[in-house]
Protein backbone atom coordinates (compact mmCIF):
# COMPACT_ATOMS: atom_id res chain seq x y z
CA UNK A 1 0.00 0.00 0.00
CA UNK A 2 2.47 2.34 0.75
CA UNK A 3 5.00 1.85 -2.87
CA UNK A 4 1.21 2.47 -4.65
CA UNK A 5 0.95 5.63 -2.36
CA UNK A 6 4.61 6.72 -3.29
CA UNK A 7 4.10 6.06 -6.83
CA UNK A 8 0.79 8.21 -6.90
CA UNK A 9 2.18 11.19 -5.46
CA UNK A 10 5.46 10.90 -7.70
CA UNK A 11 2.49 11.34 -10.39
CA UNK A 12 0.86 13.93 -8.61
CA UNK A 13 4.76 16.32 -8.13
CA UNK A 14 6.25 17.88 -11.15
CA UNK A 15 9.34 19.21 -10.65
CA UNK A 16 11.22 22.31 -12.78
CA UNK A 17 14.80 23.96 -12.25
CA UNK A 18 16.04 26.92 -13.81
CA UNK A 19 19.00 27.30 -16.54
CA UNK A 20 22.56 26.53 -15.15
CA UNK A 21 25.17 25.78 -17.59
CA UNK A 22 25.71 29.45 -18.51
CA UNK A 23 24.82 30.91 -14.48
CA UNK A 24 27.93 28.09 -13.15
CA UNK A 25 30.43 28.54 -15.85
CA UNK A 26 30.30 32.76 -15.67
CA UNK A 27 30.50 32.39 -11.91
CA UNK A 28 32.96 29.73 -11.96
CA UNK A 29 34.91 32.17 -14.07
CA UNK A 30 34.69 35.07 -11.77
CA UNK A 31 35.93 32.67 -8.90
CA UNK A 32 39.26 31.79 -11.21
CA UNK A 33 39.42 35.89 -11.69
CA UNK A 34 39.37 36.17 -7.88
CA UNK A 35 41.71 33.67 -6.70
CA UNK A 36 44.11 34.70 -9.66
CA UNK A 37 44.21 38.25 -9.03
CA UNK A 38 44.71 37.06 -5.28
CA UNK A 39 47.59 34.92 -5.86
CA UNK A 40 49.36 37.81 -7.85
CA UNK A 41 48.23 40.27 -4.93
CA UNK A 42 49.72 38.15 -2.69
CA UNK A 43 52.84 36.95 -4.79
CA UNK A 44 53.69 40.80 -5.12
CA UNK A 45 53.23 41.82 -1.65
CA UNK A 46 55.96 39.48 -0.55
CA UNK A 47 58.43 41.40 -2.44
CA UNK A 48 57.36 44.65 -1.71
CA UNK A 49 58.37 46.84 1.70
CA UNK A 50 56.12 47.87 4.14
CA UNK A 51 54.39 50.64 1.90
CA UNK A 52 50.94 51.87 0.70
CA UNK A 53 51.68 49.54 -2.05
CA UNK A 54 51.42 46.30 0.20
CA UNK A 55 47.84 47.28 0.81
CA UNK A 56 47.45 47.40 -2.97
CA UNK A 57 48.40 43.96 -3.37
CA UNK A 58 46.69 42.60 -0.13
CA UNK A 59 43.17 44.04 -1.60
CA UNK A 60 42.44 41.47 -4.09
CA UNK A 61 43.49 38.58 -1.91
CA UNK A 62 40.88 39.96 0.70
CA UNK A 63 38.18 40.60 -1.78
CA UNK A 64 38.60 37.17 -2.59
CA UNK A 65 38.09 36.10 1.15
CA UNK A 66 34.87 37.33 1.21
CA UNK A 67 33.64 37.14 -2.46
CA UNK A 68 34.37 33.81 -3.11
CA UNK A 69 32.25 32.29 -0.74
CA UNK A 70 29.30 33.67 -2.06
CA UNK A 71 30.06 32.54 -5.18
CA UNK A 72 30.50 29.06 -4.44
CA UNK A 73 27.16 29.52 -2.32
CA UNK A 74 25.22 30.91 -5.59
CA UNK A 75 26.92 27.93 -7.45
CA UNK A 76 25.42 25.51 -4.87
CA UNK A 77 21.72 27.52 -4.93
CA UNK A 78 21.55 26.91 -8.81
CA UNK A 79 22.72 23.37 -8.81
CA UNK A 80 19.81 22.72 -5.91
CA UNK A 81 17.71 25.05 -6.94
CA UNK A 82 13.88 23.62 -7.82
CA UNK A 83 10.48 24.53 -8.40
CA UNK A 84 8.02 21.79 -7.63
CA UNK A 85 4.51 21.98 -8.15
CA UNK A 86 2.47 19.35 -6.18
CA UNK A 87 -1.36 18.91 -5.65
CA UNK A 88 -0.57 20.55 -2.01
CA UNK A 89 0.92 23.89 -3.74
CA UNK A 90 4.41 25.21 -4.87
CA UNK A 91 7.21 24.22 -3.71
CA UNK A 92 10.33 26.37 -4.36
CA UNK A 93 13.94 25.68 -3.46
CA UNK A 94 17.33 27.30 -3.70
CA UNK A 95 20.33 26.46 -1.93
CA UNK A 96 19.07 26.72 2.04
CA UNK A 97 16.15 28.78 1.22
CA UNK A 98 12.99 26.96 1.03
CA UNK A 99 9.31 28.24 0.37
CA UNK A 100 6.05 26.08 0.27
CA UNK A 101 3.22 27.68 -1.00
CA UNK A 102 -0.33 26.55 -0.53
CA UNK A 103 -2.45 26.27 -3.21
CA UNK A 104 -4.88 28.36 -2.04
CA UNK A 105 -2.58 30.64 -0.82
CA UNK A 106 -1.72 31.58 -4.66
CA UNK A 107 -4.00 34.05 -6.02
CA UNK A 108 -2.13 34.48 -9.72
CA UNK A 109 0.68 33.49 -11.94
CA UNK A 110 1.75 35.31 -15.00
CA UNK A 111 4.63 35.42 -17.21
CA UNK A 112 6.58 38.75 -16.80
CA UNK A 113 6.23 39.82 -19.78
CA UNK A 114 1.87 39.64 -19.12
CA UNK A 115 2.25 42.30 -16.53
CA UNK A 116 1.94 45.59 -16.42
CA UNK A 117 4.32 48.24 -15.08
CA UNK A 118 8.24 48.04 -14.13
CA UNK A 119 9.26 44.82 -12.40
CA UNK A 120 12.99 45.92 -10.43
CA UNK A 121 15.32 43.62 -10.23
CA UNK A 122 17.59 42.64 -6.96
CA UNK A 123 20.47 45.47 -6.55
CA UNK A 124 22.99 42.79 -6.90
CA UNK A 125 22.38 40.36 -9.66
CA UNK A 126 24.30 38.39 -12.31
CA UNK A 127 24.18 35.60 -14.89
CA UNK A 128 23.05 32.32 -12.55
CA UNK A 129 22.43 34.37 -9.57
CA UNK A 130 18.69 36.73 -9.71
CA UNK A 131 18.24 36.59 -5.64
CA UNK A 132 16.71 39.10 -3.21
CA UNK A 133 13.60 40.90 -2.64
CA UNK A 134 12.41 44.35 -3.75
CA UNK A 135 9.93 46.37 -3.80
CA UNK A 136 7.99 47.44 -6.85
CA UNK A 137 6.06 50.54 -7.50
CA UNK A 138 2.64 49.72 -5.73
CA UNK A 139 4.82 48.41 -2.86
CA UNK A 140 4.53 44.91 -3.40
CA UNK A 141 7.55 42.57 -1.86
CA UNK A 142 8.65 40.74 -5.04
CA UNK A 143 11.34 37.79 -3.91
CA UNK A 144 13.13 36.71 -6.61
CA UNK A 145 14.18 32.99 -6.91
CA UNK A 146 15.49 33.26 -10.81
CA UNK A 147 19.10 32.71 -12.59
CA UNK A 148 17.69 34.62 -15.43
CA UNK A 149 15.46 37.15 -16.27
CA UNK A 150 14.60 35.38 -19.34
CA UNK A 151 10.86 33.63 -18.94
CA UNK A 152 10.63 34.68 -15.29
CA UNK A 153 7.78 33.44 -14.04
CA UNK A 154 5.75 35.49 -11.32
CA UNK A 155 3.90 33.85 -8.49
CA UNK A 156 1.44 36.02 -6.39
CA UNK A 157 0.22 35.25 -3.03
CA UNK A 158 -1.44 37.72 0.05
CA UNK A 159 2.09 39.01 1.12
CA UNK A 160 4.37 38.73 -1.50
CA UNK A 161 5.38 37.87 -4.92
CA UNK A 162 7.82 35.34 -5.77
CA UNK A 163 9.41 35.83 -9.02
CA UNK A 164 11.02 32.09 -10.33
CA UNK A 165 12.76 31.02 -13.83
CA UNK A 166 11.94 27.92 -14.78
CA UNK A 167 13.86 26.43 -17.64
CA UNK A 168 10.69 25.59 -20.07
CA UNK A 169 8.20 28.60 -18.64
CA UNK A 170 5.50 27.59 -20.94
CA UNK A 171 5.03 23.81 -19.89
CA UNK A 172 4.90 25.28 -15.76
CA UNK A 173 2.28 27.51 -16.74
CA UNK A 174 1.00 24.58 -18.56
CA UNK A 175 1.39 21.86 -15.86
Known sequence: RRSSDLKSRMIESKTFTPPQRFGIIFQVLLIGIFLLAAVLGLWQSIYTSISPMLVLYLLPALLAIFLIPLLAYRIYGLRT???????????????LRVEDIPMDQILWIYKK???????????????????????????????????????????????????????????????
Open 81 to 95: AQYSLEREGVHLRWG
Open 113 to 175: EEIEGHLPLPWFHWPGSLLGTRRTEGAEEVEFMASSTNGLILIGTAERVFAISPANPNLFLQT
